[in-house]
């Protein structure tokens, strides 16, 4: 499976509703960034309490 983005190899693969996107390591790590940057993350993290490692 090839990166969903660009012409690279899939180093991860995401599949949602029968539907299964490759991501290179690249893309992945760009992705994961955003989703920590964002307002979304922040108020899952509040709705389901999480907590650290002990």
């Known amino acids: ?28 790590r760009e992705r994961v960034q955003e989703l920590a940057d964002s307002d979304e993350l922040q108020a899952l993290k509040e709705r389901v309490d999480v907590e650290g490692p002990d």
């Open 1 to 28: 499976m090839y990166c969903h983005y660009c012409d690279r190899e899939a180093a991860f693969e995401a599949e949602s509703d029968g539907v299964t996107v490759g991501l290179c390591e690249d893309h992945f």
